[in-house]
């Protein structure tokens, strides 16, 4: 018998090498395959979506965006945690376990608060302002569902967004002092978490921008979910994040896609896979299925060709 | 127990010289199936010098200097050959049965590795502050604030620089230290024994699950 404690590898023939010249060969291939892979062909860039850009093409989606955060209709108005207490996304008893630990308030955060920071450039927004903080929540509610329900038939004039004639109080000034603020490029700012104007943190800018303009955006690049999205690189030859294969593939299946808590389902799924890859040498029968696939056959070839006895019997083979 | 004697011991065991600079392998670990590990380790150091390079100059470097830009490519190009190269080896791996004889955690850890290049490299993607990072980022939320994992919040940019700049990457420097490790000192898993061999003590697993 083998003494166990000799790692049985020690059975076979060695050959000498030379460890360190191998890996620095490699380094040395990878690192050239980098450099000379960057300087010919670069790497994928899709501008990003500016505030000042969806404000300009399209101020009927802005305001509409706007309009769903002031009135309380939005998505992250309605969404629940971890970023308020609404219930519109919540997908999990785990959501709801974790908490509002990102608090966010659309209606202050992305419509008041910005406003009252254009007030001091555009005094018409201040008078548009106190007209609205004068009047009661139920007006303001008014107010606001008339001029929400008046988009859907809203044009653009000469940059203004022009609706039917209605009683929508300081709504319609208010909504305009928000896209010139959104247009002039300032608005991203006033969107700044940070209590000490030291930047780092883009969430509110991109739950203002994640409903309609960047769905729209990411539409026309063939980016959705249910287009394989995430692995995605435009329409550039370049490899996107291929690794990310099967968690895209799984949001492919109708019943996922279409569920409403698809996401976590995904992902759950995804890592369930990962949880059987992981612990395969502890899994009956899939810590054997090498053995079965034979595919070892070819890695070893050269070896099986020199050990591999002629078959006298059926017995002798394993 | 004496802490210092422990880790004189261990540290002996696993520093020696013959662990990490061995001067032959065995006869069935040639070839280019055999460089894969390797390839991708190295592609890893490239991912870090490429990354401290960009680190060093702070995160909007690449969207206003043509050399971050270029560094932004060595970086883009090494990540693609780390999983490239990755999943080969995990294939190859995988279909020698590479748990066999003792192994399974090297596999364990080699495939926690992949667990973690995953956030690492998708922490990397929301760096990127283009189309692609804003749609990334506001498409993941969902699922993660869904599996009660909002702390990781892709939306702050702050955050995921720092995740992808040290933690992510300490934490899968380590995983594929100890992988390292644990292939050395467990050495190379042979094959399945050949035709006609009758393997004294061992099963036909080659000794993985030898009384099982």
Redesign the interface.
């Known amino acids: 018998m083998p003494d166990p404690k000799i790692d049985f590898t020690h059975r076979y023939k060695y050959v000498p090498s030379d460890f360190i010249k191998h890996l620095a060969t490699t380094t040395l291939v990878i690192a050239v395959l980098a450099v000379a892979l960057s300087a010919a062909f670069r790497e994928p860039v899709r501008p990003a979506l500016k505030i000042s850009t969806v404000a300009t093409q399209n101020p009927v989606l802005f305001e509409k965006v706007a309009m769903g955060d002031l009135n309380g209709t939005g998505q992250i108005a309605t969404y629940g945690p971890p970023y308020n207490g609404g219930t519109g996304s919540v997908q999990s008893p785990m959501q709801r376990i974790v908490g509002v630990i990102h608090p966010v308030n659309p209606k202050v955060d992305f419509i008041l608060k910005p406003l009252r920071m254009a007030a001091s450039l555009n005094p018409s927004v201040g008078a548009a302002l106190r007209v609205w903080d004068a009047a009661p929540a139920a007006r303001q509610q008014v107010w606001a569902s008339r001029y929400q329900a008046a988009l859907a038939h809203a044009r653009t004039v000469n940059g203004r967004v022009v609706v039917p004639h209605g009683a929508y109080g300081p709504v319609p000034m208010m909504m305009q002092g928000l896209l010139e603020l959104g247009r002039s490029g300032l608005m991203t700012g006033a969107l700044d978490r940070s209590p000490a104007d030291y930047q780092f943190d883009n969430m509110n800018a991109l739950l203002f921008l994640q409903g309609a303009p960047l769905h729209n955006a990411a539409s026309r690049l063939e980016l959705l979910g249910n287009q394989w999205g995430i692995i995605h690189e435009e329409n550039a030859p370049y490899p996107g994040p291929w690794w990310m294969t099967i968690v895209t593939a799984i949001y492919q299946i109708p019943f996922i896609s279409h569920a409403s808590s698809g996401d976590a389902m995904a992902l759950a799924i995804g890592m369930l896979l990962f949880l059987i890859l992981m612990f395969a040498p502890w899994i009956p029968g899939i810590n054997r299925l090498p053995h079965h696939l034979g595919v070892y056959r070819l890695i070893w070839k050269d070896y099986y060709r020199d050990h591999d006895q002629p078959k006298p019997s059926a017995e002798a083979s394993p | 127990m004496n802490w210092t004697d422990y880790l004189r011991g261990k540290m002996g065991q696993l520093f020696s010289v013959d662990v990490w600079?061995?001067?032959?392998?065995?006869?069935?670990a040639?070839?280019v199936?055999y460089?894969l590990g390797?390839?991708t380790?190295?592609?890893f150091?490239?991912l870090v010098?490429?990354g401290v390079v960009m680190a060093a100059n702070g995160p909007q470097w690449w969207t206003v200097s043509a050399i971050g830009?270029?560094?932004?490519?060595?970086?883009?190009?090494?990540v693609?050959?780390f999983?490239f190269f990755m999943?080969l080896h995990l294939l190859?791996v995988?279909?020698?049965?590479a748990?066999r004889?003792g192994?399974?955690r090297t596999?364990?850890l080699g495939?926690?590795s992949l667990?973690i290049?995953?956030p690492t490299?998708?922490t990397g993607?929301l760096m990127?502050?283009?189309?692609?990072?804003?749609?990334?980022?506001?498409?993941a939320?969902?699922?993660?604030?869904?599996?009660?994992l909002?702390?990781f919040?892709v939306?702050?940019?702050?955050?995921m620089?720092g995740l992808h700049v040290v933690v992510l990457p300490l934490i899968l420097g380590l995983l594929i230290m100890l992988h390292i490790i644990l292939i050395r000192v467990?050495?190379?898993?042979?094959?399945?024994?050949?035709?006609?061999?009758t393997p004294?003590?061992?099963d036909?697993?080659?000794?993985?699950?030898a009384g099982s």
């Open positions: 600079l061995p001067r032959d392998l065995p006869e069935y040639f070839g199936l460089t390797s390839l380790a190295s592609s150091v490239v010098v490429s830009f270029f560094f932004r490519g060595i970086h883009f190009w090494s693609q050959a999983f999943i190859r995988f279909f020698s049965g748990w004889g192994r399974e596999w364990l495939t926690l667990l290049a995953v490299a998708f993607y990127r502050g283009d189309f692609y990072s804003q749609w990334n980022a506001v498409q939320k969902d699922g993660l604030n869904a599996l009660g909002a702390w919040n939306l702050n940019a702050g955050q620089y467990k050495g190379v898993v042979p094959p399945y024994p050949s035709r006609g061999e004294v003590g061992l036909e697993e080659g000794a993985h699950d």
